[in-house]
């Protein structure tokens, strides 16, 4: 049997629903009398006990049966306590899930649900080769598409556990909710910034040729042979994060060089080319 407080606002530690307890306020009942009896029937025999008058097994026994009656309070209280359900955190009862008499199993049946729009978070699941990239406090730009909004925030939680039935691991970020458009459930992208560099060179992946070493060069413009005259210079690099349709280069090129797009396929090194300004 259930007894439940409407639906609305509520406090920390507020009296949601109180189940009810078969019987147990007059077990209780019955224990505490049950102790006074035994307290008074040991406070007794230790008087007498202590003028050397009884035996030592009464005054055991009385002491004995004082401390488990003790006992027996503490754990009747516990269990009276469980068929109150308070409030975990500061919120609102969204939904009530059970009605006014209805039998409820602990831990089976839901009885409502309680939400907080002030911490909001998402999570997702990300691939293993991000353990090391993808850390607490990393920046994360998060979209949510059915609000048309972005905000930027923090990874505040990875997981230390990695899905053995697709390799990823959890991480948690908090979201602003400040008109409380943001609901639970909800479907948002997370964008997670895993690696960042202010002076990093990014090319055209279409402007990369590979030889059969599996080497990567590019072209670049040369005007040794003077001003207007240009030859394919080729210049072999080495590959760093990529993006999209671009890729950083970390060695072999540097900030102002000139590299060829147009017709780089049909190039062949040193051959002479011509600079086409847009």
């Known amino acids: 049997m259930l007894f439940m407080s409407r639906k609305g606002s509520l406090l920390k530690r507020t009296l949601l629903a109180k189940i009810d307890d078969a019987g147990l306020k007059e077990q209780l009942d019955q224990i505490e009398l049950q102790l006074n009896l035994a307290k008074t029937t040991f406070e007794r025999t230790e008087r007498l006990w202590n003028q050397k008058i009884g035996s030592e097994m009464m005054y055991l026994e009385a002491k004995t049966r004082y401390e488990a009656q003790k ?12 068929t109150r359900i308070y409030a975990p955190f500061n919120g609102t009862i969204d939904q009530v899930f059970a009605n006014r008499g209805a039998s409820v199993a602990p831990g089976v049946t839901p ?12 999570e997702a699941d ?9 850390t607490k406090g990393s920046k994360a730009v998060v979209e949510i598409p059915v609000l048309g909004q972005s905000q930027i925030t923090n990874i505040r939680q990875t997981g230390s556990y990695v899905q053995p039935s697709n390799r990823t ?18 479907v948002a992208k997370l964008n ?16 990369l040729r590979q030889n059969a070493k599996g080497e990567y060069f590019v072209f670049a413009l040369s005007n040794s042979e003077g001003e207007n005259r240009y030859a ?5 690099v080495e590959l760093g994060k990529s993006k999209n349709e671009m890729i950083e280069i970390t060695q072999g090129i540097s900030q102002g060089d000139l590299l060829i797009d147009e017709g780089v396929s049909l190039l062949e090194p040193n051959q002479k080319v011509k600079r086409i300004e847009q």
Request: avoid cysteine.
């Open 111 to 122: 009885i409502l649900r309680i939400v907080n729009l002030n911490r909001m978070y998402i």
């Open 126 to 134: 990300v691939p293993e080769n991000y353990l090391t990239s993808v």
């Open 192 to 207: 997670v910034i895993d690696y960042t560099n202010p002076e990093a060179l990014m090319v055209p992946r279409r402007i």
């Open 169 to 186: 691991f959890r991480i948690e970020a908090p979201l602003d909710n400040p008109n409380g458009d943001i609901k639970p459930n909800l």
């Open 71 to 82: 006992k027996q309070l503490v754990q009747m209280k516990r269990q009276l306590a469980k």
């Open 232 to 236: 394919a210079e080729q210049r072999f």
